[in-house]
């Protein structure tokens, strides 16, 4: 089942900061899946890291839950956003971005209406287990996690952008 995690911090270089830490300390898989993502005191939305050491030709699950979660990187950061990230996750947010048909809009609203400016968060889709790791390593009030399984339709979304 896979679903979407956020980890939302009070301060814009909270979530880098918690992500570098645990990078340094732990060699989980989903390190190398999850994305930050920024909303500064000026209003815009960026992405402040991704793994430099994953390699961007991989297939199989560990390329799509990447681009899963590049796929609201992409929804949330805009265009330096689908900079930073390819594949299905930034051509699913190019999709969002123009249509507002989406089934991910009221995912990608929820995640900015918990982001106000001069915070940071923690993104990342993939399966229940990799998305307990990180919510365990993380170790964050409930408060500042938002959790959701996906729909089916937004499943369907996703096979079908990457077709």
Same mark, same amino acid.
């Given at each position: 089942?896979?679903?979407?995690l956020? @980890?939302?911090?009070?301060?814009?270089?909270?979530?880098?900061? #918690?992500?570098?830490d645990?990078?340094?300390?732990?060699?989980?898989?989903?390190?190398?899946?999850?994305?930050?993502v920024?909303? +500064?005191?000026?209003?815009?939305?960026?992405?402040?890291?991704?793994?430099?050491?994953?390699?961007?030709?991989?297939?199989?699950?560990?390329?799509? @839950? +990447?681009?899963?979660?590049g *796929?609201?990187?992409?929804?949330?950061?805009? /265009?330096?956003?689908?900079? *930073?990230?390819?594949?299905?996750?930034?051509?699913? +947010?190019?999709? @969002?971005?123009?249509?507002?048909?989406?089934?991910?809009l /009221?995912?990608?609203?929820? *995640?900015k209406?918990?982001? /106000?400016?001069?915070?940071?968060?923690?993104?990342?889709?993939?399966? #229940?287990?990799?998305?307990?790791g990180?919510?365990?390593?993380?170790?964050? /009030?409930?408060k500042?996690?938002?959790?959701?399984?996906?729909?089916?339709?937004?499943?369907?979304?996703?096979?079908?952008?990457?077709?």
């Amino acid at each position: 089942m896979l679903e979407m995690l956020a @980890i939302t911090f009070d301060r814009g270089n909270a979530a880098e900061r #918690t992500l570098s830490d645990r990078r340094a300390a732990r060699n989980d898989p989903w390190l190398s899946e999850v994305a930050v993502v920024e909303h +500064g005191v000026d209003g815009r939305y960026s992405v402040k890291a991704k793994n430099p050491d994953v390699d961007e030709t991989k297939s199989g699950k560990g390329a799509a @839950i +990447g681009g899963l979660t590049g *796929l609201f990187v992409g929804a949330i950061g805009g /265009p330096f956003g689908l900079l *930073l990230w390819s594949g299905i996750g930034a051509g699913t +947010g190019a999709a @969002i971005g123009e249509s507002r048909e989406s089934a991910f809009l /009221p995912v990608v609203e929820e *995640l900015k209406a918990k982001l /106000p400016p001069d915070s940071s968060l923690l993104a990342l889709i993939g399966e #229940t287990p990799a998305l307990d790791g990180m919510q365990s390593a993380v170790d964050a /009030p409930p408060k500042n996690v938002l959790r959701r399984t996906l729909t089916s339709d937004q499943a369907k979304e996703l096979a079908n952008s990457a077709a």
